[in-house]
């Protein structure tokens, strides 16, 4: 039986005391992140390599006023970090030269704790906390507190969260089917999808466009009013206050909707036992483009959540055995899927001037993706569901 990591974030509700010793613990968290960076950069200098992971933790060791599991989070962090900056050296895309070392100083970082210095009490709904030699552990409540905690992590949004990552069996039978299916994504419909058995699905994304369209609205109202403002004077760092506040509140929103999203497609699969889904690969929609587009097609660039979607889209579909596929998609929103000509469209439906095919042009894509990839051929669809997400 498979395991699976979930992470719930949960306001941060302890005394006054523990508060403003675990506000505290965040800056400490920064001082151990710059000193891993420069000592790490002094060792290179001299010796021309990299600090490994033990030689990190031994030179980090007892050095700075936070538990010891904290200092290893972020030795942990930073090793990784520095590890996913060579990954992307190495897949040489057209920006990999521009990737550099960890090299920012921070003023903030989240202070981790692992299982081993985490110690829950389920009936009073209770977390403890480990903290420096010769202090009490911190105290924090919570309402919905999961079992099997992996690792729990002090946030900052708007306020403190805590972040709790834990783990649970997979009790999910596994889909084992002939049945593939295939998906365009968009700006103006998220998903738009179609399987072998000429099932097609459109789940919009007007809900997501709306909510940051307001988002920008507010915070723009705001960043006029703090223009006329003195840098860094009260009444600027007030409206600077407000400015976060709103980002953080949508952002739970966007996100929220696009789980919505996500979750009516995995419905879709469930019902239709689909076992296999092919995607465009979208990694060079943005990359390389600056300067390029006008400002109108940067701003729905800019709207267009597809990194969010495909990563709670792989981390569903996994939890079912669904296999996710990446695949080129070059001219499948323009090739007719009835003769094969390639025309450009300017509207929504798909018309071909060589058969007369009309269809619907996310569709049209979807189909593309699908017999490009397999050895299925779909020229339309039997049944189509909409789905608009509220």
Not at 166 to 176: A, M, R, T
Not at 179 to 187: F, Q, R
Not at 314 to 332: A, C, F, M, Q
Request: charged share 30%.
């Amino acid at each position: 039986m498979r395991e699976i990591y979930k992470t719930i974030i949960v306001p941060l509700k302890c005394n006054d005391i523990d508060f403003e010793y675990l506000k505290e613990l965040n800056k400490v968290s920064a001082n151990v992140w710059n000193y891993c960076v420069k000592i790490d950069k002094e060792y290179k200098e001299s010796i021309g390599k990299s600090m490994g992971l033990s030689l990190l933790e031994s030179s980090t060791k007892q050095k700075f006023p936070i538990h010891a599991k904290g200092i290893h989070h972020i030795v942990f962090k930073y090793y990784y970090a520095r590890a996913a900056m060579w990954n992307s050296r190495k897949a040489k895309h057209s920006n990999s030269y521009k990737v550099e070392l960890p090299h920012k100083e921070k003023k903030y970082l989240p202070t981790g704790w692992d299982n081993q210095a985490i110690f829950p009490n389920y009936k009073k709904r209770i977390i403890k906390l480990t903290t420096t030699k010769g202090r009490k552990q911190v105290i924090c409540h919570v309402k919905s507190m999961p079992k099997n905690i992996v690792e729990i992590e002090l946030v900052y949004k708007d306020k403190y969260y805590l972040s709790i990552k834990y783990k649970e069996e997979n009790n999910i039978n596994l889909i084992q089917s002939d049945n593939v299916a295939s998906i365009d994504l968009g700006e103006i419909h998220a998903i738009v999808g179609i399987d072998n058995n000429k099932n097609a699905i459109i789940i919009t994304n007007r809900k997501v466009r709306s909510l940051i369209r307001l988002k920008d609205k507010r915070q723009g109202e705001l960043k006029s009013l703090q223009s006329r403002c003195v840098k860094y004077s009260k009444k600027y760092k007030k409206y600077a206050k407000a400015i976060w506040k709103i980002k953080f509140e949508f952002d739970r929103k966007i996100n929220d909707a696009i789980h919505k999203q996500t979750k009516s497609y995995i419905d879709y699969c469930l019902r239709n036992n689909i076992n296999k889904v092919f995607y465009g690969d979208l990694d060079t929609t943005t990359r390389g483009s600056k300067g390029k587009l006008n400002n109108n097609i940067n701003h729905k660039l800019n709207m267009w959540r597809f990194g969010q979607i495909m990563l709670q889209l792989e981390n569903k579909l996994s939890r079912y055995g669904i296999k996710l596929l990446k695949v080129k998609e070059y001219y499948t929103s323009q090739k007719c899927p009835c003769c094969g000509e390639i025309k450009k469209q300017s509207n929504r439906n798909y018309m071909c001037d060589k058969c007369g095919y009309t269809q619907h042009r996310d569709i049209v894509g979807s189909m593309n993706i699908l017999n490009d990839n397999t050895e299925y051929h779909v020229e339309k669809y039997d049944s189509k569901v909409y789905l608009q997400i509220c």
